[in-house]
């Protein structure tokens, strides 16, 4: 957990110039892998450059957008947001949580697509579908 | 003034005690002055497969208590005038030593040695950081195993957490016939999760564990894939550019008539 802080407050401060524009008020920016055992607690959006480890874990009261291979468990909308997305380069998560909904991907390895996904709640059920940028 | 390395790996039985022992033989061999310390207090281990234990008067604690000199408590090799035992105490715990006189510890051995190699225990609490107080740079060990490769990737986020930069990876216990049947993961599989730089690759191999019962180390052995494997990483350590090696084992029909007409 104090490691999920440090990687906040540095991420804000370490900004290269041209990434500065994508934080808002609520948004934080995750500069570096996350490893098993690292997590990061936020209210608002977190964004990681970087892959989400197996062991590694992101609570996020607001969308979550991870722009690597996402493989441990993530919580989007972790204060009730439905509407709230998980996207990332390589989904592969151990577990991905929107809102109240938990989901995991099932046991039978299938595809192993090699584009960015998106999960979101439609109609009630988490769903995986490819990313494409007008997706709303 | 030496440099201060530790071989981790979070998991336990990866590997650790092997990888330290043939690295200061290795870089003994090579006429370095090379100080091994066992760090694993309460589970001693180091000194015997290095054959050592016979020797043993004073440990790590009796030098942080004060109870005895550093230089009096160092044990020379049998075959390599350059290597020294720090040996660990087998009586007491982790907590008999802290991080500040690791480091202390550490400062005074860099000194006297080329390379001190510190021989971490199996675990992420004080006994790992005691190992990794007084180091300037880290090697992970992991064996191509999900579970391993999990605690190497927890152990090297503590470890850039503590400002050790950059740690290398030595994969132990490498199976190249398991990995082409799809049994065992990967080089790139661990790459793909691990993302730092290689330091070698060990394969599986039973000469490790001959050499280990007699007290000696397979570096020194010219005809096993293993040493060979030990001896690559030594000069990697010491900053040559050395290629990753083939470890296929030849096989086959080919190979089989070659060896009876004695070509190889
Ligand atoms: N490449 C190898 N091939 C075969 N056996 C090996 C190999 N490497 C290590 N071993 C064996 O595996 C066992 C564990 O090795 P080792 O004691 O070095 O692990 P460790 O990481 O130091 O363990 P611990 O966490 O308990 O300190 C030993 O019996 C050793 O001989
Ligand atoms: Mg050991």
């Given at each position: 957990m104090t490691n999920g802080i440090a990687a906040q407050n540095s991420a804000i401060n370490n900004l290269p110039v041209e990434l500065e524009e994508l934080v808002d008020d609520n948004t934080v920016l995750v500069q570096r892998t996350l490893r098993s055992g690292q997590s990061v607690y936020h209210d608002g959006?977190?964004?990681?450059?970087?892959?989400?480890?197996?062991?590694?874990?992101?609570?996020?009261?607001?969308?979550?957008?991870?722009?690597?291979?996402?493989?441990?468990?993530?919580h989007a909308g972790a204060k009730g947001d439905a509407n709230a997305v998980i996207l990332a380069f390589r989904l592969r998560p151990t577990q991905l949580r929107i809102a109240n909904h938990i989901t995991r991907p099932p046991e039978?390895?299938?595809?192993?697509?090699?584009?960015?996904?998106?999960?979101?709640?439609?109609?009630?059920?988490?769903?995986?579908?490819?990313?494409?940028?007008n997706f709303k | 003034m030496g440099e201060v390395i530790v071989v981790t790996s979070g998991k336990g039985g990866v590997g650790k005690t092997t990888t330290t022992a043939n690295l200061?033989?290795?870089?003994?061999?090579?006429?370095?002055?090379?100080?091994?310390?066992?760090?694993?207090?309460?589970?001693?281990?180091?000194?015997?497969?290095?054959?050592?234990?016979?020797?043993?008067?004073?440990?790590?604690?009796?030098?942080?208590?004060?109870?005895?000199?550093?230089?009096?408590?160092?044990?020379?090799?049998?075959?390599?005038?350059?290597?020294?035992?720090?040996?660990?105490?087998?009586?007491?715990?982790?907590?008999?030593?802290?991080?500040?006189?690791?480091?202390?510890?550490?400062?005074?051995?860099?000194?006297?040695f080329d390379y001190v190699i510190i021989d971490c225990p199996a675990g992420i609490e004080q006994g790992f950081r005691n190992a990794i107080a007084g180091a300037d740079r880290a090697i992970v060990v992991t064996t191509p195993e999900v579970s391993a490769v999990r605690d190497a990737d927890r152990i090297i986020g503590l470890l850039?957490?503590?400002?050790?930069?950059?740690?290398?990876?030595?994969?132990?216990?490498?199976?190249?016939?398991?990995?082409?049947?799809?049994?065992?993961?990967?080089?790139?599989?661990?790459?793909?999760?691990?993302?730092?730089?290689?330091?070698?690759?060990v394969p599986e191999d039973e000469q490790v564990v001959v050499t280990t019962n007699k007290g000696e180390t397979v570096v020194r052995d010219d005809k096993s894939l293993s040493g060979q494997a030990y001896r690559n990483i030594t000069r990697r350590i010491m900053g040559e550019n050395v290629p990753l090696m083939n470890l296929e084992e030849p096989s086959g029909l080919f190979s089989a008539l070659r060896k009876m007409i004695g070509l190889k």
């Amino acid at each position: 957990m104090t490691n999920g802080i440090a990687a906040q407050n540095s991420a804000i401060n370490n900004l290269p110039v041209e990434l500065e524009e994508l934080v808002d008020d609520n948004t934080v920016l995750v500069q570096r892998t996350l490893r098993s055992g690292q997590s990061v607690y936020h209210d608002g959006n977190v964004v990681v450059l970087g892959d989400v480890n197996p062991g590694a874990e992101i609570v996020a009261t607001g969308n979550i957008v991870v722009m690597g291979a996402l493989r441990g468990v993530v919580h989007a909308g972790a204060k009730g947001d439905a509407n709230a997305v998980i996207l990332a380069f390589r989904l592969r998560p151990t577990q991905l949580r929107i809102a109240n909904h938990i989901t995991r991907p099932p046991e039978e390895e299938i595809s192993d697509p090699d584009y960015p996904e998106l999960a979101r709640i439609k109609n009630g059920v988490v769903t995986i579908e490819t990313f494409n940028s007008n997706f709303k | 003034m030496g440099e201060v390395i530790v071989v981790t790996s979070g998991k336990g039985g990866v590997g650790k005690t092997t990888t330290t022992a043939n690295l200061g033989t290795g870089l003994a061999a090579a006429s370095k002055k090379v100080c091994l310390v066992d760090a694993d207090i309460g589970l001693r281990n180091l000194d015997v497969v290095l054959g050592l234990e016979n020797r043993i008067v004073y440990d790590i604690v009796d030098v942080t208590t004060g109870v005895c000199r550093l230089r009096q408590a160092l044990i020379k090799d049998k075959r390599f005038e350059g290597l020294h035992l720090l040996p660990a105490a087998q009586t007491k715990d982790k907590t008999a030593v802290n991080p500040e006189q690791m480091k202390e510890l550490c400062e005074e051995l860099r000194k006297e040695f080329d390379y001190v190699i510190i021989d971490c225990p199996a675990g992420i609490e004080q006994g790992f950081r005691n190992a990794i107080a007084g180091a300037d740079r880290a090697i992970v060990v992991t064996t191509p195993e999900v579970s391993a490769v999990r605690d190497a990737d927890r152990i090297i986020g503590l470890l850039e957490a503590a400002d050790l930069r950059e740690p290398k990876l030595i994969i132990n216990r490498y199976r190249p016939k398991m990995v082409n049947r799809g049994d065992m993961m990967s080089i790139d599989d661990m790459n793909e999760i691990l993302a730092i730089d290689l330091l070698g690759v060990v394969p599986e191999d039973e000469q490790v564990v001959v050499t280990t019962n007699k007290g000696e180390t397979v570096v020194r052995d010219d005809k096993s894939l293993s040493g060979q494997a030990y001896r690559n990483i030594t000069r990697r350590i010491m900053g040559e550019n050395v290629p990753l090696m083939n470890l296929e084992e030849p096989s086959g029909l080919f190979s089989a008539l070659r060896k009876m007409i004695g070509l190889k």
